[in-house]
T-cell receptor, first 115, second 111 residues
Framework: GAGVSQSPSNKVTEKGKDVELRCDPI?????LYWYRQSLGQGLEFLIY????????KSGLPSDRFSAERTGGSVSTLTIQRTQQEDSAVYLC?????????????FGPGTRLLVL | KQEVTQIPAALSVPEGENLVLNCSFTDSAIYNLQWFRQDPGKGLTSLLLIQSSQREQTSGRLNASLDKSSGRSTLYIAASQPGDSATYLCAVTNSGYALNFGKGTSLLVTP
């Protein structure tokens, strides 16, 4: 079956612009995660969705970042007024089991470059 | 705050060698530990998941062990091949659900 897909695969934007990144999880997976991979910083958790529960936004670095998940499936991560330090690879993962219990399957990521 | 460390940061071995990658974590109250592989410009591929109650998991030429009390895990790769060249990431989940990642070991297997 299809894995986790993300779009766009690459995004170049100017400082100050808003961007939207999309994630399509594996069908039937109730848990969805966003991570960010920056040079020298490793992978860091951003936000977690589980079913219809309120998301855990504890990893979002600032209020310029927001995410939503519609219909318990597709998720969109929005970065407003982008800054150069937002440049990173944004990875989405999904899991059939919530609470961190199951294997997380990752998408190929969106490479964001803010000029 | 959970800290995950991977040693070595980079490793180069000739084809056919057996090798061990190390991962340590500061908070032993983990839920599970996962090893991933990342190829350049690609996402992460899950290799092995070890639940906190388990000691090891095996998949083909890969074997991962977990010593929760000492905060350590190892990934053993038998009979390495050039196709094994990639970055290997260790990640743990505590009482929450987010993965806490190490910075990875970059492996190069030369023909």
């Amino acid at each position: 079956g299809a894995g986790v897909s993300q779009s766009p695969s690459n995004k170049v934007t100017e400082k100050g612009k808003d961007v939207e990144l999309r994630c399509d999880p594996i069908s039937g997976h109730t848990a969805l995660y966003w991570y960010r991979q920056s040079l020298g910083q490793g992978l860091e958790f951003l936000i977690y969705f589980q079913g219809n529960s309120a998301p855990d936004k504890s990893g979002l670095p600032s209020d310029r970042f927001s995410a939503e998940r519609t219909g318990g499936s597709v998720s969109t991560l929005t970065i407003q007024r982008t800054q150069q330090e937002d440049s990173a690879v944004y990875l989405c993962a999904s899991s059939s089991r919530g609470g961190g219990a199951g294997t997380q399957y990752f998408g190929p990521g969106t490479r964001l470059l803010v000029l | 705050k959970q800290e995950v460390t991977q040693i070595p940061a980079a490793l180069s071995v000739p084809e056919g060698e057996n090798l061990v990658l190390n991962c340590s974590f500061t908070d032993s109250a983990i839920y599970n530990l996962q090893w991933f592989r990342q190829d350049p410009g690609k996402g992460l591929t899950s290799l092995l998941l070890i639940q906190s109650s388990q000691r090891e998991q095996t998949s083909g030429r890969l074997n991962a062990s977990l010593d929760k009390s000492s905060g350590r895990s190892t990934l053993y790769i038998a009979a390495s091949q050039p196709g094994d060249s990639a970055t290997y990431l260790c990640a743990v989940t505590n009482s929450g659900y987010a993965l806490n990642f190490g910075k990875g070991t970059s492996l190069l297997v030369t023909p």
